[in-house]
């Protein structure tokens, strides 16, 4: 694996997302991401996961400015294989905690709502769904999962304003489930994990897959007519514009 981290302690799998200081999300991350999925849930020795990323960033999101030299057919696969890993981290039979010790915006908030629970780190950090700032089309699955956490009426507004949290509101709304220091997010997220793995696994399965049934239907719903608009909008004159400024500017950052 190139940009994850898999370490096993007894019945329990860390997951660290490892690419780059911020685990920006390409291509081979998204893949690499459904393949440690698959290979956890036919693992038996492996009852529950936890999924992290590196001091101070759990994911900054989507990679936008390797998204932005893809050409058709490769956003096309992009977004078809991030559906494809929303859907399966989601319906994962295994417990899954979201160990979040940095800053979690758009895609790297997506990958934590898919998890079963949620600790994050206090301080400077910020966590939401920014994609209409960024210029994104929100696909319906996303506010899916999002309202499925928070609720509809917040995540609706939430997402219209592009709204970035930081850890003790994420937590008043529902969208964090416990805030605490950085050094102690990996423990508090071993211990909400035993409290799952202390269950009947079949019982657990069985119990979230029906209190998820409804999500889940929504998640796997037919790609292209759900992700179209999101594409479309993606090949617009006005947002390819907007999203070579936005990568000129990340570029005079870094340099």
Known sequence: MNTLAIE?????????LQRGKSNPMDAELVDELREAIREANIDPDIRGLILTGQPGFFSVGLDVKALYAYDREEMYDFWQALAALIAELSASP???????????????????????????????????????????????????????????????????EGRLMPPQEAFACGLVDQVVPEAEV?????AQLNKYLALNPKAFQKSKQNLRAGLLQQLHAPFEP?????LDHWWSPESRAAIAEMVERFSQKSG
């Open 94 to 160: 295994k417990p899954w905690v979201a160990a979040i010790n940095g800053h979690s915006p758009a895609g790297g908030c997506v990958l934590a709502l898919c998890c079963d629970w949620r600790v994050m780190a206090e301080g400077k950090y910020k966590i939401g769904l920014n994609e209409l700032p960024v210029g994104i089309v929100v696909p319906a699955p996303i506010y899916a999962l999002y309202a499925h956490v928070i609720g509809e009426r917040r995540a609706h507004q939430y997402l219209l």
């Open 226 to 230: 759900t992700f179209r608009s999101t």
């Open 8 to 16: 096993t302690h007894g019945e329990t799998q860390i997951v660290r």
């Open 186 to 190: 990996l423990a508090t997220a071993q």
